[in-house]
């Protein structure tokens, strides 16, 4: 489909984060309508600057992007065909709370979140027939406000319940997002979870990087029990493991699941490794920000809690969502684990032996 013949939408865009900016700023170089919602003093600083992103080693601007700092004056600006909702998971109910005045009047949602439990709070005020899961494997970086680079190109999913997934897809080909259709929502989101698992908690925990984690057998074999863990949730629920674009979450699960660590170890370190390298993960960053705030009980928590209603035992994650809550809260130093895996792992091995 050439961009003369692409459908022309209207977006509201909730933030100007890294997903966010990522999709809205390539939605707009492509001369689709999208009106960014943001708190009033980042507004106005992107209003100001424009938006930046570095894709494929080319740096493109957009001027004067639309960016306002309330729903109600979004709405102004409608009305809108879809709206992208990528604000951290953290963020969700807060920013569920502020539509609800306005649910009859906003359109269907694409949630781009991580996790498995987003979309239920969205449905739960907009109504199930205005949220359509969705995903996205591609690597941002983010370097300021409306300003973010492209690390690697991986790609987006969106589920094809919706009647509108199919342009969508289309219209995010155009912007170059690589979106591809996927025919389970609940396959998708929960396959992309997994892969938000592996060294995220952990090396916040430890401040230690994907690398080392990977290379330590001890810590390797806590990431192991932790995705096992997650498998074993998905398969009482009968949700497959599916790949992602740029991802192949299906090979990854079955050397996990099927070969001892001992085996698996040397075969997936240097892929792993590759994949986030040394550079620290969102858990970590959301750590050291200070902000009091983290994503862990949105990923390792909703592996308990569905553990939890199934009756499968969650120890792991449970132990890795508890003591990165203490930390973040600051119920415990921050630096009671730092580089001593040793330590955490005799935490971990305590928590099994009285059944999680």
């Known amino acids: 489909m050439s961009n003369s013949s692409l459908p022309m939408f209207s977006f509201l865009c909730f933030g100007v984060g890294a997903i966010g900016t990522y999709i809205g700023g390539s939605l707009a170089l492509i001369g689709q309508k999208v009106v960014f919602v943001e708190r009033p003093a980042i507004a106005a600083e992107v209003r100001k600057q424009g938006l930046h992103l570095r894709l494929k080693e080319k740096e493109f601007h957009v001027p004067e992007p639309e960016v306002v ?34 649910a009859v009047a906003l359109p ?28 996205v494997t591609s690597a941002i970086g983010r370097r300021g406000a409306g300003d973010i680079v492209l690390e690697r190109l991986r790609g987006m999913g969106i589920a094809s319940e919706h009647g509108l997934t199919p342009t969508l897809v289309a219209i995010m080909q155009a912007a170059g997002l690589k979106a591809r259709q996927y025919n389970s929502a609940p396959s998708m989101k929960w396959s992309k979870m997994l892969t938000n698992l592996l060294a995220n908690a952990s090396s916040a925990v430890l401040d230690m ?76 960053i959301d750590l050291s920000s200070g902000r009091g705030v983290s994503e862990v009980d949105f990923l390792n928590g909703a592996v308990v809690r569905f553990g939890q209603r199934l009756g499968i035992p969650t120890p792991v994650n449970d132990c890795l969502n508890q003591t990165l809550l203490s930390l973040t809260r600051g119920e415990m130093p921050r630096d009671t684990f730092t580089h001593q895996p040793a330590k955490f792992l005799a935490l971990i091995d305590k928590t099994e032996n009285k059944g999680g």
Request: hydrophobic residues 40%.
């Open 108 to 135: 269907p949602f694409l949630c781009l979140q991580n996790g498995v439990e987003n979309e239920l709070s969205l449905a739960q005020v907009l109504g199930e027939e205005k949220v359509i899961a969705g995903t």
């Open 209 to 284: 990087s994907p690398t080392d984690i990977f290379a330590n057998p001890g810590l390797y074999w806590l990431e192991v029990q932790e995705y096992r863990e997650a498998l074993r949730v998905m398969e009482a629920q009968r949700i497959k493991v599916t790949d992602l674009p740029g991802t192949p979450v299906r090979l990854l699960s079955w050397l996990i699941e099927e070969f001892p660590p001992a085996f698996s170890q040397p075969l997936l370190v240097r892929s792993l490794g590759k994949g986030r390298g040394g550079k620290m993960p969102s858990f970590h």
């Open 69 to 102: 700092s309330s729903v109600e004056e979004a709405l102004t600006r409608g009305p809108f065909d879809v709206a992208i909702f990528a604000v951290k998971s953290y963020d969700t109910q807060a920013a569920v709370d502020s539509l609800l005045p306005y």
